[in-house]
């Protein structure tokens, strides 16, 4: 089956600083990317939607200038969140589709920001 | 607008035990259901789905009904194992549109 890469799993990082997260998939060309964020015991909340070559479409309230997100290629999207706050702390899913619409999901990045 | 209301857990049953975990939807038109599955340290997989009314969406002995009078999509199985631990989520989707509206979760535990 179809498999999407989360890298890194797990991130720690001072408030201040930008964290990248990649997601990747692996054996099919991904024309969309999603990027979903989930807070404990919450479900997960759509972020943006990316297609390849174009620019992001980020959901109402999502800060488009703090959670930058990047899919120059059928394979890959990034997530970089900038000027990271305790409160961006949670954890961030990716998923990916290609030809059809039904979505392959990583296995998740967790942020702590401290 | 779309959501998904999913039953609280955790969910504990011992094996062979019969399951359910009861979601309801509120959707404009005609949606697609899902039920997802997250297994420890993996990525969400499509456990099941059912795109219109009555169709009855099933996969590894688990099974879901879309019931458009009740706006319900219940995920059933008749004797779960120690390996259905998971989380398991309930979504929305509409035709033509390729964001997903996903419940709250349910975390299910399976003990000998």
């Known amino acids: 089956g179809a498999v999407v890469s989360q890298h890194p799993s797990w991130v720690i990082c001072k408030s201040g600083t930008s964290v990248k997260i990649e997601c990747r998939s692996l054996?099919?060309?991904?024309?969309?990317m999603f990027w979903y964020r989930q807070f404990p015991k919450q479900s997960l909340m759509l972020m943006a939607t990316s297609n390849e070559g174009s620019k992001a479409t980020y959901e109402q309230g999502v800060e488009k200038d703090k959670f930058l997100i990047n899919h120059a290629s059928l394979t890959l999207s990034t997530l970089t969140v900038t000027s990271a706050h305790p409160e961006d702390s949670s954890f961030y899913i990716c998923?990916?589709?290609?030809?059809?619409?039904?979505?392959?999901f990583g296995p998740g990045t967790r942020l702590t920001v401290t | 607008g779309d959501s998904v209301t999913q039953m609280e857990g955790p969910v504990t049953l011992s094996e062979e035990a019969f399951l359910t975990i009861n979601c309801t939807y509120t959707a404009t038109g005609y949606p697609s259901l899902f039920w997802y599955v997250q297994y420890p340290g993996e990525g969400l997989q499509l456990l099941l789905k059912a795109t219109k009314a009555d169709d009855k969406g099933s996969n590894k002995g688990f099974e879901a009904t879309y019931r458009k009078e009740t706006t319900s999509f219940h995920l059933e199985k008749g004797s779960v194992q120690v390996s259905d631990s998971a989380v398991y989520f309930c979504a929305l989707g509409q035709t033509g549109a390729n964001n997903l509206f996903f419940g709250t979760g349910t975390r299910l535990t399976v003990i000998p």
């Open positions: 054996d099919f060309q991904a024309t969309t």
């Open positions: 998923s990916a589709s290609g030809a059809g619409y039904e979505q392959y």
